[in-house]
């Protein structure tokens, strides 16, 4: 089993959408997690850090689930400019930095 | 405030020659990451330093990958002798101290041919 798994997608979704990304972890000790959003050709910039109690920005809103070992993303009222890659980072108890092959998303007017 | 700083940008070799990829974090960021990502794969660890120091190393290729961090500030990664599966863009790292945000350079794009 992978450290990090992700669906790689694509989700091809239109303007306005709500869509949801779920990554799953195999270390039950890990400590942090947090999503990158990559663009095309671009480094890794993070997006949000995923808070126990789960963390809302804007239209993003994190969610951990330390029970079944995953994490989510929501997007809500998508726009063209979140077309992107999404990584699911996770911070083992090494403090190793795991990343997820990512989810692509396309958002289409 | 500077980002992470890479260079090159972009190299293109022969597989069996020898490369070298030159990183310098933010100011003040005792931590700096070595990745590895081959196109539609997320990145992979392949080397931490803490301050000068190897943290983690354990996913290098030690036979043909090196690095260093000599003085606790900029690192240096290379490759020798270079394979066609090296051929990925290799990102820098860095944050203010381990499992905090990382910041990432822009990147080496290698393609060995």
């Known amino acids: 089993r992978k450290e990090v798994e992700q669906d790689p997608g694509p989700f091809n979704v239109p303007e306005g959408a709500t869509v949801a990304f779920n990554c799953t972890y195999s270390?039950?000790?890990?400590?942090?997690f947090f999503w990158y959003r990559q663009d095309c050709r671009k480094e890794p910039k993070l997006l949000m850090s995923?808070?126990?109690s789960g963390n809302e920005d804007g239209r993003f809103t994190a969610q951990l689930n330390r029970a079944s070992q995953y994490i989510s993303l929501l997007i809500r009222d998508s726009k063209l400019s979140d077309s992107a890659t999404y990584l699911c980072v996770v911070n083992t108890n090494n403090n190793d930095m795991r990343f997820g092959a990512g989810t692509r998303l396309t958002v289409k007017p | 405030e500077a980002g992470v700083a890479q260079s090159p940008r972009y190299k293109i070799i022969e597989k069996r020659q020898s490369v070298a990829f030159w990183c310098n974090p933010i100011s003040g960021h005792a931590t700096l990451y070595w990745y590895q990502q081959i196109l539609g794969q997320g990145p992979k660890l392949l080397i931490q330093?803490?301050?000068?120091?190897?943290?983690?190393d354990s996913q290098l290729p030690k036979d043909r990958f090196s690095a260093e961090r000599l003085k606790g500030v900029d690192s240096t990664l290379k490759i020798q002798p270079a394979k066609l599966e090296d051929s990925a863009v290799y990102l820098c790292?860095?944050?203010?101290?381990?499992?905090?945000?990382?910041?990432f350079g822009p990147g080496t794009r290698l393609l060995v041919l």
């Open positions: 790292a860095s944050s203010f101290s381990t499992g905090e945000t990382q910041y």
């Open positions: 995923v808070y126990s």
């Open positions: 330093f803490q301050n000068n120091g190897v943290v983690d």
């Open positions: 270390n039950s000790a890990s400590q942090s």
